[in-house]
């Protein structure tokens, strides 16, 4: 694996967690560096740390504040 990609997994610890779990990106980055982005993109769409993600996450405890405020009234 180039030393870039070692980087920017090194310094990210859920690209670590991710990189554990699921091994096979060990060889996949190694052949094939490129595909750093789509690694990146993997490991945010399963911890759910896109902004999408997150978004959606807001939403649905401002629905769940909102209807504890509704049955209080």
């Given amino acids: 694996m180039i030393l870039d ?4 997994i090194k310094n990210n610890p859920m690209y ?9 990106w060990y060889k996949v980055l ?3 560096p490129d595909r750093i982005k789509e690694f990146e993109d993997k490991a945010k769409e399963h911890y759910g ?4 993600d997150k978004i959606g ?5 401002m629905e769940m ?7 209080l009234k």
Wanted: charged share 20%; hydrophobic share 30%.
């Fill in 5 to 8: 990609v070692q980087f920017r």
């Fill in 16 to 24: 670590q967690n991710y990189l554990r779990e699921n091994s096979y």
């Fill in 30 to 32: 190694s052949r094939n």
């Fill in 49 to 52: 740390a896109r902004p999408t």
């Fill in 57 to 61: 996450k807001l939403l649905s405890t």
């Fill in 65 to 71: 504040i909102n209807s504890i405020v509704s049955t």
